[in-house]
Nanobody
């Protein structure tokens, strides 16, 4: 079993910054990819940024140039640096880990951006 834990969500003013962290632990044989998704109230969960299995990075168009995903492979941790935050970035941010072909999700961390 793989355990996924996000942290770093907070209330921030528009234009501010936050850094989210996601750590995977447990019975990890290999990690194929790690990434961030978000879900705003009334909306479907959507991709924010992710490392693909091949090591490349995908960003949602809405966050390009403002958000940066990074990782520490030794710690099985992925980060999301979020700058120039907007009220529309308000959502619960989830980390997804793909390991040995299985998908694992954390419980999410809430980011609230006030105008």
């Amino acid at each position: 079993q793989v355990h996924v834990a996000e942290s770093g969500g907070d209330l921030v003013q528009a234009g501010g910054s936050l850094r989210l962290s996601c750590a995977a632990s447990g019975s990890i044989f290999s990690i194929n990819s790690m990434g961030w998704y978000r879900q705003a109230p009334g909306n479907q969960r959507e991709l924010v940024a992710t490392f693909t299995n091949g090591g490349s990075i995908n960003y949602a168009d809405s966050v390009k140039g403002r958000f940066t995903i990074s990782r520490d492979n030794a710690k099985n941790t992925v980060y999301l640096q979020m700058n120039s935050l907007k009220p529309e970035d308000t959502a619960v941010y989830f980390c997804r880990v793909v390991s040995s072909g299985m998908f694992y999700w954390g419980k999410g961390t809430l980011v609230t951006v006030s105008s």
